[in-house]
């Protein structure tokens, strides 16, 4: 039995700022590699970790151009929603996006949380979950999101759109620990998210991948030398085994990312982390994200959940009327 992961596809029809080349007609070219890799492997499904699109809504051509390219796929695409594929970090706008549409097109199948895909061949049983970005990713209990418990199968694969780390991250950002969730059942845990991967990973027999994001957006010294890459994942003997494969079609960095811009981002940077730490300072918070603000300040104020509810709701639908006026 194999499955394919990709995750961060970040689809989109324009080119960022830091790209030097044509950034549609690049993605197209690796997303056309995937499919032609996965059905020529017959892999038994394909799984996206998330951030499918890069906003919300794209405009209904782009949609088209990218979706018609996953069909060709022989296999079923499964997928976990990203923080870029809805309104506000928020999953309950999912049918209101074109990831939405693509799930109820059956372009995408839309993996929630405890739900149980099972796949099953030559006498072996694989479980398959998934968890969606969420505001409180990697700020609440991270068993919540990251521990699964593995039900009448030989091996659990789960996914997650997650800040993952193998190690102690930068304070202030939110994220989760490989240590801390160690008592997961899950035999593979995939992750998305983090564009630039972590180190493979294993604790007590269990696998944690992260490959990195299938494109990139920034000229981070990093993205320079990382080569996008997808999982080609294999259960055999109820045994599971992974290899990354690079994709073909990916350039190297200096040809597709534009360096001059690098000074730029480094004070622009530094400009960044000094308007954070005067937040900081001003109002008590960690954490400069309008989504993390609301919650710290109706944490501090006893404001109950259903508000807090209600307002992102509100911010959601204000992204939402934003997005349609700018297309």
Do not use: W
Not at 107 to 126: A, L, N, S, T
């Amino acid at each position: 039995m194999r499955f394919l992961f990709i995750t961060d596809t970040h689809i989109r029809g324009t080119t960022p700022a830091n790209r030097l080349d044509h950034f549609p007609d690049t993605l197209k070219a690796k997303l056309e590699e995937v499919v032609e890799f996965a059905n020529r492997m017959e892999v038994d499904a394909v799984l996206h970790g998330g951030d499918v699109f890069d906003v919300p809504s794209p405009s209904p051509s782009v949609v088209g151009e990218f979706l018609s390219i996953f069909t060709r796929l022989k296999a079923p695409l499964y997928g976990i929603i990203g923080n870029h594929d809805v309104f506000a970090h928020n999953p309950q706008t999912l049918d209101r996006t074109m990831l939405g549409l693509a799930n109820r097109l059956g372009i995408i199948r839309i993996i929630h949380p405890g739900e149980r895909i099972y796949f099953e061949k030559e006498g072996q049983r694989v479980q398959l979950t998934g968890q969606h970005f969420h505001v409180e990713l990697d700020r609440r209990n991270p068993e919540l999101d990251y521990c699964v418990t593995k039900v009448d199968a030989d091996i659990a694969i789960h996914m997650v759109h997650g800040m993952l780390m193998d190690r102690r991250f930068i304070e202030g950002v939110a994220h989760t620990i490989i240590d801390q969730i160690v008592q997961t059942e899950a035999d593979l845990t995939l992750c998305g998210h983090n564009h630039l991967g972590f180190s493979d990973t294993e604790r007590d027999g269990k696998v944690f991948l992260n490959p990195g994001g299938f494109v990139r957006l920034s000229n981070h010294p990093r993205e320079m030398s990382r080569i996008p890459q997808m999982v080609l994942i294999e259960v055999k003997d109820r045994k599971l085994s992974y290899r990354k494969v690079s994709l073909r079609t990916a350039k190297k960095g200096e040809d597709v990312l534009d360096r001059t811009k690098g000074e730029e981002a480094v004070y622009r940077e530094q400009k960044l982390h000094a308007v954070v730490d005067e937040i900081r300072a001003a109002g008590d918070f960690q954490y400069a994200n309008i989504h993390d603000i609301i919650e710290q300040l109706a944490v501090r104020e006893g404001i109950h959940q259903r508000v807090r509810g209600i307002v992102m709701d509100q911010i959601a639908k204000a992204q939402e009327r934003l997005e349609v006026e700018e297309s």
